[in-house]
């Protein structure tokens, strides 16, 4: 079952803050945050095991609610290099398949 | 560079023909797993191979296999292509079978015409 990620897409200006979320019908047991960037390869953020579980990773930080089956995506005071498009990936208990939303697309501005 | 290499970065191929894509993981990985990703599409899991053997299968048509060979480079065949094929495959690695980091190669883009 894919993830659904929302919002599609933000344009946020230099030094704004976002907020990427992701959500799934199935109990997860973990969500994986990649960015990538308009012609090249996805690039790991941080991996979320453990329901409550908060993690960061510079000025980009993520939550993950194990009840309610979604995890966010921080992104503060954002820097034009945020530009991306971010997918959170999902696995299910007994799983190791991960599966992928659809993408929100951030564009900064300066 | 992720250290997975991905060959050819391109490939133009006719509709009914067969390709073979090339993945060489990051060394020391033993995990492999071959993505699709469509235009604007997200990215699509195909398979995962682990330390030689099949690990997690996802949406992987029959016309399409893998494998991953003792020295852990891995293979994605693609046969019978149709148009609808025409994507960017991409091949990831990590060390774990699962829940560890992944890296991911350049990819391929294959066009079918």
């Known amino acids: 079952q894919q993830p659904v990620q929302s919002p599609q897409a933000v344009i946020l200006r230099e030094g704004e803050d976002a907020v990427i979320n992701c959500s799934s019908s199935?109990?997860?047991?973990?969500v994986h945050w990649y960015r990538q960037k308009h012609g090249e390869a996805p690039v790991f953020l941080m991996i979320?095991?453990?329901?409550?579980e908060q993690k960061g990773h510079e000025k980009i930080s993520a939550s993950f609610n194990e009840k309610k089956q979604q995890s966010s995506l921080y992104l503060t005071a954002s820097q034009l290099s945020y530009s991306g498009t971010y997918f959170c990936g999902t696995s299910n208990f007994g799983n190791e398949k991960l599966t992928f939303g659809t993408g929100t697309r951030l564009t900064i501005i300066p | 560079d992720s250290g997975v290499t991905q060959t050819p970065k391109h490939l133009i191929t006719a509709t009914g023909q067969r390709v073979t894509l090339r993945c060489s993981p990051r060394s020391g990985d033993l995990s492999v797993y071959w993505y699709q990703q469509s235009l604007d599409q997200g990215l699509q899991f195909l398979i995962q191979?682990?330390?030689?053997?099949?690990?997690a299968k996802g949406n992987i048509l029959e016309r399409f296999s893998a494998q991953q060979f003792p020295d852990l480079h891995s293979e994605l065949n693609l046969s019978s292509l149709e148009l609808g094929d025409s994507a960017l495959y991409f091949c990831?690695?990590?060390?774990?079978?699962?829940?560890?980091?992944?890296?991911f190669g350049q990819g391929t883009r294959l066009t079918v015409v």
């Open positions: 199935k109990a997860l047991y973990s």
């Open positions: 979320l095991l453990k329901g409550g």
């Open positions: 191979y682990y330390n030689g053997e099949e690990r």
């Open positions: 990831a690695s990590s060390v774990g079978s699962g829940m560890t980091e992944a890296f």
